[in-house]
């Protein structure tokens, strides 16, 4: 990689991280029933949510037992799933959200040096 | 030279309708699977299809769902791992299998399954709930009978998680057989194990493995049952193949000890020759080889046959690969056997093809077919000689033994002609495929003073006291024409005869 391509990259990783600040985040998280592991999930999830985007977020819970086609449509094969929709690039978040520093890696919320020592702030 | 002989699967116990204790099972529709597994794969359990890049278990499990659909009024589910729903369908649609009309018709559904690593985080405890869900949702929406997963084993390169993935492996297997459908499951074959991730382990009622090898440039296919729980099945190696018409499996068939052995007899078409079979000619339903060096009249021998097949109103099917249709047709006018009126009438049909132009597969799955479609009685395969070019020695007999057994099975008298290289080989190069043949004649040149003489001997005939005596023939305007015995020719014989 020359130093050019370099810093294009790292350039749009910046613009990357300012955008994260400022978009609106586009979720859809797919869970299978009231599971424990579920409600964990959807608790972990909003829990981020409110801490790191507040108020500018759409999160949508689907339950694949009731929306089954939607879990076909959106290439769903774990339970939970979350999918970031926008801002782009997509991304699937899968297990129950408990592991908070691959969640907000996952949603571009945090680089991965962040993430060492729990990727609170 | 000793006599080679195939391993046929005679210690196997003839099938009886009423093995009582044996599972019930599904039909492939895969001519020759279901005949090897005795009536299909397990009902209503996971079977195991492995076999390298290129081995044919896609197009497998594809047939046994498509075959479901429209010849067994199952339904089917296929969920696949590796190309998309399109691609596919373009892929098997040369095969004749019309997917985006089954799927239109409620008969088939196609879920794509697209896992993408880069695109995941994994964070926490999951399960695969969600292909479950989708799994359940399409057997539902077509109320499937069958199900193949192809190749789910993909999913090891989407996911991190070995433990979990392994886990809900063993999970979905079992729902399946819950769920009573019968399942296919593809995998890749892996260094020392059948199946990379080792998915043997979790499918345990049948595993079928599959095998493309190629030697000489030549292509074998093979398919090999290597377990098939609480049931009888061939163990041996059966030669697997692909054509237009789909995919099929030839078996050997303990079923060459069944054969009906029919009493009547068939003309050779020249009188003094059926004199010397008994006085009757040939069995019906048996195998004929005529074997001599070049230019000895084996074709002419040949067309005699045809001719007295075509007189009698049987239908015939010749193979040729060496002379055109049209050069035999002169040729043996010049004998003054005419044809022509035969393949004019439609009783008679050619199938010429050079040997070199395919793998003995494809030459076998094409003879397979045309028999298939045009039923003849009486068949000439001229040289057959030709045909063991293509392969090596192991491959050809195994796949004439199939060849001869399934005419055999189908009652059709069948003629090969064989071309040996020298005088010295005659009697030694058929040995490849004497052992499968009931009536082997051989022809002789004779060139003692100054004079080519032909004959003819009838080195063994099964089931007929035929005769020994090797009888001098003229190849006249008027046909192949025996003589009374000579005895300087009688001593060419002893000499081919190795006396």
């Known amino acids: 990689m020359t130093a050019k391509q370099r810093n294009g990259v790292r350039a749009a990783l910046d613009r990357a991280a300012r955008s994260s600040k400022t978009d609106r985040y586009v979720l859809r998280l797919y869970v299978t029933g009231m599971t424990p592991r579920s409600v964990r999930a959807v608790a972990n999830l909003q829990e981020i949510c409110t801490e790191y985007l507040d108020g500018r977020y759409d999160l949508e819970v689907i339950d694949i037992y009731q929306q089954p086609d939607r879990a076909k449509g959106e290439q769903v094969i774990a339970a939970p799933t979350l999918i970031k929709k926008l801002p782009l690039p997509m991304r699937r978040i899968i297990g129950d959200m408990s592991d908070r520093g691959r969640v907000l890696l996952g949603l571009d919320l945090a680089r991965d040096s962040d993430q060492t020592g729990g990727g609170r702030r | ?499």
């Open chain 2, 1 to 499: 030279m000793h006599m080679k002989t195939l391993p046929i699967d005679a210690h196997l116990p003839v099938p009886h309708l009423e093995h009582g204790h044996e599972l019930p099972k599904t039909l492939t529709g895969i001519r020759g699977l279901d005949e090897i597994t005795r009536g299909g794969l397990p009902k209503g359990r996971p079977t195991l299809v492995c076999g390298g890049p290129g081995s044919g278990k896609t197009l497998l499990a594809l047939t046994f769902l498509v075959n479901g659909a429209t010849r067994f009024d199952e339904p089917g589910v296929l969920m696949t791992f590796e190309e998309n729903a399109e691609e596919m369908a373009s892929d098997v649609a040369s095969l004749g299998f019309n997917l985006p009309q089954l799927i239109d018709a409620r008969q088939l559904a196609v879920d794509y399954v697209r896992v993408e690593r880069s695109e995941i985080e994994e964070t926490g405890e999951y399960d695969l709930e969600g292909l479950f869900v989708r799994l359940d949702y399409a057997i539902q929406s077509v109320r499937a009978k069958r199900v193949v997963l192809d190749t789910i084993e993909s999913l090891f390169a989407g996911l991190k998680d070995d433990g979990i993935l392994r886990a809900e492996l063993r999970r979905l297997f079992r729902w399946l057989k819950d769920k009573g459908v019968t399942a296919v499951v593809t995998g890749e074959r892996g260094e020392g194990l059948l199946t990379k991730q080792g998915l043997e382990e979790y499918v345990s009622d049948a595993v079928i493995l599959l095998d493309h090898r190629v030697h000489d440039q030549v292509s074998t296919r093979r398919l090999r049952v290597v377990k098939y729980r609480g049931s009888h099945h061939g163990t041996n190696e059966y030669p697997f193949l692909i054509s237009t018409e789909g995919i099929s499996v030839l078996p050997v068939s303990s079923l060459a000890l069944q054969h009906e052995a029919p009493l009547d007899r068939v003309s050779s078409g020249i009188a003094r020759l059926d004199e010397m079979l008994s006085g009757k000619g040939y069995f019906r339903g048996s195998t004929i080889l005529v074997s001599g060096t070049a230019g000895t009249g084996k074709t002419s021998l040949a067309a005699h046959f045809i001719d007295a097949a075509c007189r009698r109103g049987e239908r015939c099917l010749c193979f040729l690969f060496e002379e055109s249709p049209q050069q035999l047709l002169r040729n043996m006018r010049s004998i003054g056997v005419d044809l022509q009126p035969w393949v004019a009438s439609g009783v008679l049909q050619f199938h010429a093809d050079r040997p070199s132009r395919y793998g003995l597969e494809t030459h076998l799955a094409t003879m397979h077919q045309v028999v298939a479609e045009f039923k003849p009685t009486v068949t000439v395969i001229d040289p057959v000689t030709n045909l063991m070019t293509v392969g090596t020695f192991i491959d050809v007999q195994a796949m004439l033994t199939r060849m001869i057994d399934h005419l055999k099975t189908e009652n059709i008298t069948a003629m090969l002609t064989s071309l040996a290289p020298g005088p010295t080989e005659i009697e030694r190069t058929e040995t490849t495929i004497s052992s499968l043949m009931d009536t082997w004649i051989v022809l002789v040149n004779d060139g003692v003073n100054n004079h080519h003489r032909r004959g003819l001997y009838v080195l063994k005939s099964r089931g007929m006291a035929h005769s020994n005596q090797l009888r001098e023939f003229a190849l006249t305007d008027r046909g192949l024409d025996i003589l009374d015995a000579v005895s300087g020719l009688q001593k060419g014989r002893d000499r081919h005869a190795g006396l």
